[in-house]
């Protein structure tokens, strides 16, 4: 399968969409982005269909289920993407890494027992740091 200069962004929110995108343009040409759980489902079909796996896939945990749909932010909807993805034999090798402004202990232990890569709080981290932690699994 090939998965050569693809990443999967999962964010809600424009502004840090557009951040995140103008940073990852630096370093890889195909950037697909969700911004609920329901679209992140569809492009993640359409990447077995094609056999075109992203190399890395960041995904924020506060995202709706679907266009329209107010965000809850008592419900971690991303760890439904997260579960959904270890369950596909197809992405069992690629490594996700959670974006969030989630600091908590359970919230961190539970992206790791799902099998997240990394935890970044995006209040804590810049964009370009970000595309610099994730850089070593874009090769």
């Known amino acids: 399968m090939s998965s050569s200069s693809r990443i999967l962004l999962i964010e809600d929110e424009p502004s840090l969409l557009s951040l995140y995108r103008l940073a990852l343009q630096r370093v890889v ?29 960041l995904l924020d945990l506060l ?5 329209g749909d107010h965000l809850d932010f008592s419900q971690r909807s991303g760890f439904v993407v997260l579960q959904h993805l270890r369950s596909l034999s197809q992405f069992k090798d ?3 890494f959670v974006m969030t402004n989630l600091d ?28 610099e932690q994730i850089s070593p699994f874009l090769s």
Do not use: M, W
């Open 63 to 67: 995202i709706p289920q679907k266009t």
């Open 94 to 96: 690629v490594p996700v």
């Open 104 to 131: 908590g202990l359970e919230d961190r232990q539970r992206a790791e027992e799902l099998g997240a890569q990394g935890y970044f709080v995006k209040s804590n981290i810049v964009p370009h740091d970000i595309v």
């Open 29 to 57: 040409k195909d950037i697909l982005t969700a911004t609920t759980v329901s679209e992140a489902k569809a492009i993640i079909q359409e990447c077995i269909t094609s056999q075109q796996l992203p190399k890395v896939i």
